[in-house]
């Protein structure tokens, strides 16, 4: 019997130590649960692990085959570019390996029902579902192809649920940003609003989402806003994992490349059709207040996925 492929979990990367110990524990408790196969997890920046020592366990291990997932929801630079470009260099320092790459997180329907539930958890009982608007605040991306993933994952959390309407927001890099994004829903006639932050574990990020909600929420009393909570390690999350998983051992796996930037000359990002793949510097993690820097450049992916 051919022995499967390791299972390699990629993650963005946080200074925030809770955040990166949630990942932590979540990889771990993959590995309790497939103890079958070696389940190994790294991150492409700002914490421990790197993504290329949790290849080199992996190796040490006895591993010559393994499929990556990136443990992201939707397939910006990081998922395009950073991890593509750092597996091909674990390739160069470990001949012999092998590896495929699966797919994204979001969005999924697993992922909706979490989402909901975490709608559930911050409302009170007595509202009407009619009566909520929802804001869905995704990290945010020069990416317009990353940007529009969380619009669609927003439009799929307000099909059928009953909702007033779910509107999108960014912590980063994109606009609207959450203030923005409160503003635009009180312009639609809101006046419960739920912040729902598009994130899978806690961190800088979904911290300063819930801070700057807060605040929006003291200048405006006549608007009643509660913060729901980040996705979070929840079965949902481990069943979807191994999804992508097994869908990358199985099939043919591509990313979307209908509205991508490095193949389509997208209006104002011309620039970047057929650039390097080169693993960038994100800049919103570190604390860093300056959304409107973007450190990196040309963190093209490779054009065959």
């Given at each position: 019997?051919?022995?499967?492929p390791?299972?390699?979990?990629?993650?963005?990367g946080?200074?925030?130590?809770?955040?990166?110990?949630a990942f932590r524990d979540f990889?771990r408790?993959?590995?309790r649960?497939?103890p079958?196969?070696?389940?190994?997890?790294?991150?492409?920046?700002?914490s421990?692990?790197?993504?290329g020592?949790?290849?080199?366990?992996?190796?040490e291990?006895?591993?010559?085959?393994?499929?990556?997932?990136?443990?992201?929801?939707?397939?910006?630079?990081?998922a395009?570019?950073?991890?593509?470009?750092?597996?091909?260099?674990?390739?160069e320092?470990h001949p012999?390996?092998?590896?495929t790459?699966?797919?994204?997180?979001g969005?999924?329907?697993?992922?909706?029902r979490?989402?909901e539930?975490?709608?559930a958890?911050?409302?009170?009982?007595?509202?009407d579902?009619?009566e909520?608007?929802?804001?869905?605040?995704?990290?945010?991306?020069t990416d317009?192809?990353a940007?529009?993933?969380?619009?669609?994952a927003?439009?799929?959390?307000?099909?059928?649920?009953?909702?007033?309407?779910v509107?999108?927001?960014?912590v980063?890099?994109?606009?609207?940003d959450?203030p923005?994004?409160?503003?635009?829903?009180?312009?639609?006639?809101?006046r419960?609003?739920?912040?729902?932050?598009?994130?899978?574990f806690?961190?800088?990020?979904?911290d300063?989402?819930r801070?700057?909600?807060?605040?929006w929420?003291?200048?405006?009393?006549?608007?009643?806003?509660?913060?729901?909570?980040?996705?979070?390690p929840?079965?949902?999350?481990?069943?979807?994992?191994w999804?992508r998983?097994?869908?990358?051992?199985?099939?043919?796996?591509?990313i979307?490349c209908?509205?991508?930037?490095?193949?389509?000359?997208?209006p104002?990002?011309?620039?970047?059709?057929?650039?390097?793949q080169?693993?960038?510097?994100?800049?919103?993690?570190?604390?860093?207040h300056h959304?409107?820097?973007?450190?990196g450049?040309?963190?093209?992916?490779?054009?065959?996925?």
């Amino acid at each position: 019997m051919t022995t499967p492929p390791a299972l390699l979990i990629a993650g963005h990367g946080t200074r925030d130590e809770a955040g990166a110990e949630a990942f932590r524990d979540f990889v771990r408790e993959l590995g309790r649960r497939h103890p079958e196969l070696p389940v190994a997890g790294g991150f492409i920046e700002l914490s421990p692990p790197p993504l290329g020592d949790a290849v080199t366990e992996l190796v040490e291990r006895g591993v010559r085959r393994f499929a990556a997932v990136p443990l992201m929801l939707v397939s910006a630079g990081h998922a395009k570019g950073d991890i593509p470009a750092a597996l091909s260099r674990e390739k160069e320092r470990h001949p012999g390996i092998s590896y495929t790459y699966g797919r994204p997180l979001g969005p999924h329907p697993a992922l909706l029902r979490v989402l909901e539930r975490r709608l559930a958890e911050a409302v009170d009982p007595s509202w009407d579902p009619s009566e909520v608007t929802v804001l869905l605040v995704g990290r945010g991306s020069t990416d317009p192809d990353a940007n529009a993933e969380v619009f669609k994952a927003a439009r799929l959390l307000w099909e059928g649920r009953g909702y007033a309407a779910v509107e999108t927001a960014f912590v980063s890099l994109a606009q609207p940003d959450v203030p923005g994004g409160l503003d635009r829903c009180v312009r639609l006639g809101a006046r419960r609003v739920v912040v729902l932050p598009y994130f899978l574990f806690t961190g800088i990020l979904p911290d300063r989402v819930r801070h700057q909600s807060e605040e929006w929420a003291a200048a405006h009393p006549e608007t009643e806003v509660r913060s729901a909570d980040v996705i979070g390690p929840e079965p949902e999350l481990l069943d979807l994992v191994w999804e992508r998983y097994e869908e990358a051992v199985k099939g043919d796996l591509r990313i979307n490349c209908d509205s991508c930037v490095y193949r389509i000359a997208l209006p104002g990002f011309e620039d970047k059709v057929g650039l390097p793949q080169q693993p960038h510097f994100h800049p919103d993690d570190d604390g860093d207040h300056h959304h409107g820097h973007h450190h990196g450049h040309g963190h093209a992916h490779s054009h065959a996925h």
